[in-house]
């Protein structure tokens, strides 16, 4: 089986900046391809939402709340998405997710989430 494996996650101050990662590991051999990786995050009492998206073409998506701040990017050759959170706010503060879409040899199209890592932001 295929998991996410996310880090980067913390305590920061307002202005700060983080780093996210979210690895693909496991049995590798069964993604044909990564299709979508992306990233959301979910305050408490709220909906989980996107933040960021960016597609195996390179196309990129963000939040309007993030946009100019933060920064999504892939290692294809890693099976690897990043977000790059700069100029944190303390509205920022949430658990992140990652997702990707990936296919397998037997499966068109499969969704797969991490287990999240939160982000503190302290004014």
């Known amino acids: 089986q295929v998991h996410l494996e996310e880090s980067g996650g913390g305590l920061v101050q307002a202005g700060e900046s983080l780093r996210l990662s979210c690895a693909a590991t496991g049995s590798i051999r069964d993604i044909k391809d990564i299709i979508t990786m992306g990233w959301y995050r979910q305050a408490p009492g709220k909906q989980r939402d996107l933040v960021a998206a960016?597609?195996?073409?390179?196309?990129?998506n963000y939040a309007s709340s993030v946009k100019g701040r933060f920064t999504i990017s892939r290692d294809n050759a890693k099976n690897t998405v990043y977000l790059q959170m700069d100029n944190l706010k303390p509205e920022d503060t949430a658990v992140y997710y990652c997702?990707?879409?990936?296919?397998?040899?037997?499966?068109?199209?499969?969704?797969?989430w991490g287990q999240g890592t939160l982000v503190t932001v302290s004014s």
């Open positions: 960016i597609t195996s073409g390179d196309f990129t």
């Open positions: 997702n990707m879409g990936i296919s397998t040899p037997t499966i068109r199209y499969l969704e797969l």
